[in-house]
């Protein structure tokens, strides 16, 4: 019963972009129907590694709340199914390179005129425009172009693209803001329209104070590790045990912590006594402050800045996460029963509604799993469905 309630969305799109898209607009509601391609279907089907049962794991975590066909574009019949369901849907995302679906006359000014209504959301690599338009789009490549990976790291040391594909989820993110932003006009209007992102632009869109800095002084921020740029001390700190993230981001704070571990003189200190001081002489700060911390575990030193009121929280690996009360409370961890993998753990939506809540209870669908279900909605009767599998149009789970 989400907010997106009475909507459909065709995702012709794999791996993680538009499946991260997919998802949260599932999650919110929509009705998305996956279309994977034949054979083999979403490529994230053939990672070895994880897989519980013999499903993959990277499958799984990005496609719940999904209803699964699997067809073969290349074949009439199946290029037919896909344009059925299209002339009724909502919503279309994408993330093939620029001109295959051109190629077999899905393209937007087809679409568009089959269904003036549609909202077509194409995910690339740089964008339907430009000189990078026809080049393909990965993680690893986006987060380089967009600066990512040479402020990532510690200073001195070699690019280092962020833990996470952090293009790719951030573009399937930026591509459900515009498909809702999208349907929104649509009830003024009455009429769809091309929603354009990429991995490029949301890479650059987790630039801003690295951009500020440059377009404020003409100097290429370097990595600063843990630190945060403009203020200090901000950062990852060892303590006997592990560690902990400090958060001195203003005046009040640096003053609690340095109450907080017993060395109130470091506040008149001239190398510390204000937030430029502490950045231009944040060598000298951060190996006194982290003498101090390593002598408790991280335990002592969360509960001792908590109650000063300085922002503090540890240093989670992902067992951490899961198991940490806050994340519980959240519902950001949940369980979804898959009919071939059991039940199996995911990641919760991110938002929610007082009223229009949001439901994770679908696992993501076998390939083919709801190919028979989808057709008969279109109109297709058993013998036909049956004609489209032998001639390899469709594959039914």
Known sequence: MGPLKGIKVVELAQIMAGPTCGMLLADMGADVIKVEKLPGGDDTRSYSEPQVNGESAAFMILNRNKRGIAVNLKKPGGLEVV???????????????????????????????????????????????????????????????????????????????????????????????????????????????????????????????????????????????????????????????????????????????????????????????????????????????GDALKKEPSSHWISVFEAEGVPVGPVNKTSDMVADPQVKAREMVIEVEHPKAGRVKAIGHPVKFSETRAGQTRPSPLLGQHTREVLKDLGYDDARIDELAREGAIQCA
């Open 83 to 289: 344009k059925k369901l299209l002339a009724e849907a909502d919503v279309v995302t994408e993330n093939y390179r620029k001109g295959t679906l051109e190629k077999l006359g899905l393209g937007w000014d087809v679409l568009h005129a089959l269904n003036p209504r549609l909202v077509y959301c194409a995910i690339s690599g740089y964008g339907r425009t430009g000189p990078y338009a026809d080049k393909g789009g990965f993680d690893l490549i986006a987060q380089g172009v967009a600066g990512l990976m040479s402020v990532t790291g510690e200073p001195g040391g070699p690019p280092v693209k962020s833990g996470t594909p952090i293009a790719d989820i951030n573009a399937g993110i930026f591509a459900s803001l515009g498909i809702v932003s999208a349907l929104f006009a649509r009830n003024a209007t009455g009429r769809g329209q091309m929603v354009d992102t990429s991995l490029m632009e949301a890479g650059i869109q987790q630039m801003y104070w690295q951009s500020a800095i440059y377009f404020a002084t003409g100097v290429d921020p370097g990595p600063s590790g843990s630190a945060h740029i403009l203020t200090a001390p901000y950062q990852a700190f060892p303590t006997a045990d592990g560690w902990i993230n400090l958060g001195g981001a203003n005046q009040s704070n640096w003053e609690r912590i340095v109450r907080a571990i017993g060395m109130p003189d470091l506040a008149a200190d001239a190398r510390f006594k204000t937030n430029t001081d502490r950045m231009r002489n944040l060598k000298a700060l951060v190996p006194i402050l």
